[in-house]
Structure formats: C-alpha cells, structure tokens
C-alpha cells in the first residue's frame, strides 16, 4: 500500500497480560522502525529492520519487547507481561533507502492503555 | 550519542504574527527533519534538509539547517490558526553509507495560534 498501516489502534491491556501489534510498511520500503510515544510527547526509539532483518536494537526493552518482520506478513511488536509504564502510543514508520535522504513515513499508531 | 533539544516547548501567538522555533542537536546529524502532528494523529513530514544553508520552504513555513552552530530553525510567518498543532524536528546520524538509521527527536514544540 502507499501508506503505512497498523493495527489495532487502541489496545486495552490489564498488567501483566500480552499486548501485540502490528505494522504494514509501505510497499517497496525496505526499513521499518518502531517508536513509542508517551504522554508528554517524547518519542522513544525501539527497534529497526532491514527487511526480516534486526537493524538496530539498541532501544528495545529486552526483557519483555520483542519483534520481527517475516517475509509476506505485517511486522509484530509484542510486549510479554505488561506494565503500567508501557502505555503510550507505539508508532511505526518505513523508508526506502534513497540517494539522498531517507525520509521516514508514520502509520496512524497503536494507543496501548495498560490498566 | 545524538542528543536533540527544541525551544520552545509552548508557543501561543496571535494569527498575522512571525515566529521561530529553534533545533539544537549535539553532534554530527546526516539529516534533519521537521514534523508536524495534531492532536491524536499521526506525524506529517514536512521538510527533511540534508546539508549546510539548506533552506526549504512550503507556504507559512520555512526550515533552514546550519550545521557548524548544530542548528535548524522553523520560522513562521503570517501565523494562521490551522498551523497549531506540535512540531518536532528530529535528526539521523547514519550508522554507514546507504542504510537507514534511526531518528532522534526534539521535545516538540506546540504552537497554538489565536485569533
């Protein structure tokens, strides 16, 4: 599609239950990216792919976020066991890489409320 | 690390009236982008600026980028109410030739435009 799209956009979750959600980057981008978003506006860089590949995990709270992009499906941000901490907005952007510049396009979000 | 700080955090200005926010960034960044994005939505790209002068304008707003001062502005002018909204600028520092790295954001600045 020519736009990105994530699914669901908002997820109520109580703590200590799973949360997972998905993003479908645009055709033909080859990155994908994960941010959250909290409640006073700070974006905060999760975790990147090149293609299936992890680019850059350097943000991903390991112990209970993981994600993957397979070939042919949406990429998955999954939080095992969630905390009140966790609420926010998770964005998802793709780019394509470009000679000079790789602009990064955001899907609508996923609102997660952890009660 | 890529450490980026915006200024200011709140901006009210009356409709007709010109203003600047400013983008300090802490080392070397590859890109600079500016945001925007309303209440409960996604972000909207507005200008990515890649080297030293870079000047790009669309309609009310015009981005310029500086790189020895490690500063990019975003300058308003004429100001009308459907500019409010909050604006983030965020900078890439590329990790090698021809990948895609993540973005580091400002704190946003929400500008509110009176009539």
């Known amino acids: 599609g020519e736009e990105v799209a994530q699914t669901p956009k908002h997820l109520v979750r109580g703590e200590g239950q799973k949360a997972k959600l998905y993003c479908a980057p645009i055709?033909?981008?080859?990155?994908v990216f994960w941010y959250q978003q909290v409640l006073k506006n700070e974006f905060k860089f999760l975790i990147s792919?090149?293609?299936?590949?992890?680019?850059?995990e350097t943000g991903m709270p390991k112990e209970r976020f993981s994600a993957k992009c397979l070939p042919n499906s949406p990429c998955s941000l999954e939080i095992q066991a969630t905390k009140l901490e966790d609420s926010a907005v998770y964005f998802c952007?793709?780019?394509?890489?470009?000679?000079?510049?790789?602009?990064?396009?955001f899907g609508p979000g996923t609102r997660l409320t952890v009660l | 690390e890529l450490k980026v700080e915006q200024n200011p955090l709140f901006l009210s200005m009356q409709e007709g009236k010109n203003y600047t926010i400013y983008c300090n960034y802490s080392?070397?960044?590859?890109?600079l982008y500016w945001y925007r994005q309303d209440p409960g939505k996604s972000l909207e790209s507005l200008f990515v600026l890649l080297s030293n002068g870079a000047v790009k304008q669309e309609g009310r707003l015009m981005a310029s980028l500086d790189t020895k001062a490690r500063l990019s502005t975003l300058h308003i002018t004429a100001a009308v109410h459907d500019l409010s909204a909050t604006y983030f600028c965020?900078?890439?520092?590329?990790?090698?030739?021809?990948?895609?790295?993540?973005?580091?954001f400002g704190t946003g600045t929400r500008l509110q435009v009176t009539l």
């Open positions: 952007a793709s780019t394509r890489l470009a000679v000079s510049y790789n602009e990064q396009f």
């Open positions: 792919f090149q293609n299936e590949n992890v680019f850059d």
């Open positions: 965020a900078g890439s520092k590329g990790l090698s030739t021809g990948t895609a790295s993540k973005l580091t």
């Open positions: 055709k033909g981008h080859s990155y």
């Open positions: 080392t070397t960044s590859d890109r």
